[in-house]
């Protein structure tokens, strides 16, 4: 079956600009999962949502980030007015919440942020 | 909080050797799991193997095997037989058992390379 997908998959926006990064789970994963990954480093949680639910944002790095899940299947992650502390691959992770075990988180591609 | 260290940024191996990658990790949780992904320069992570704290008998998928110490707080993972194709990023990571789903928590990665 399909796996994550995230587009676009290379972005480039200038100083101020707003940008939105889409990501489309596997089917069926009701937990859903943003990190960031900066050049060079480990990739750190940003946001999770189950379904339409957001339940944690703690990661979010500041008010110009935002994400939304409005029907529980495809997230957007937007940034408003880039920096360019904001470059980074943007990575999109999804999990099926079953009874028992530990859910495995399935990645996509990520979006490549450039912020000149 | 939780921290994931790694403290080899790079380890290069011929191909058909055996390499280990050491992690560590500090935390006041007694059940949780750990994980090693693999990230090919096309960026796609993937999951490695798992392994659950409760379990004391060491995680193994084909090739692949992890020496878990809990009482050090070290999850390190061995790659028998090397090939060409486990040239990657490897990320040792975190997660608490608790129910529903969980972030993980990552090292800054380990960069692996396999030569001919």
């Known amino acids: 079956g399909a796996g994550v997908s995230q587009s676009p998959r290379y972005k480039v926006a200038k100083r101020g600009q707003d940008v939105a990064l889409r990501c489309d789970p596997i089917?069926?994963?009701?937990?859903l999962f943003w990190y960031q990954q900066a050049l060079g480093q480990g990739p750190e949680f940003l946001t999770y949502?189950?379904?339409?639910?957001?339940?944690?944002k703690s990661g979010l790095p500041s008010d110009r980030f935002f994400a939304e899940r409005p029907e529980g299947s495809v997230s957007t992650l937007k940034i408003q007015r880039t920096q360019q502390e904001d470059s980074a691959v943007y990575l999109c992770?999804?999990?099926?919440?079953?009874?028992?075990?530990?859910?495995?988180?399935?990645f996509g591609p990520g979006t490549r942020l450039l912020v000149l | 909080a939780q921290t994931v260290t790694q403290s080899q940024p790079e380890m290069s191996v011929q191909e058909a050797e055996t390499v280990t990658l050491s992690c560590t990790y500090d935390?006041?949780?007694?059940?949780?799991?750990l994980f090693w992904y693999k990230q090919p320069p096309s960026r796609q992570m993937i999951l490695v193997i798992r392994?659950?704290?409760?379990?004391?008998q060491n995680a193994t998928e084909n090739r692949f095997s992890v020496n878990f110490q809990k009482a050090a707080k070290s999850f390190s993972l061995k790659i028998s037989d090397s090939q060409l194709g486990d040239t990657a990023m490897y990320f040792c990571?975190?997660?608490?058992?608790?129910?529903?789903?969980?972030?993980?928590?990552f090292g800054q990665g380990t960069r692996l390379t396999i030569n001919p």
């Open positions: 992770a999804s999990s099926f919440l079953g009874s028992g075990g530990v859910e495995t988180q399935y």
């Open positions: 089917s069926g994963h009701v937990s």
């Open positions: 949502f189950q379904n339409e639910a957001q339940l944690d």
């Open positions: 935390t006041s949780e007694s059940n949780y799991y």
């Open positions: 392994q659950e704290a409760y379990k004391q």
């Open positions: 990571a975190f997660m608490k058992h608790e129910q529903g789903a969980q972030k993980l928590v």
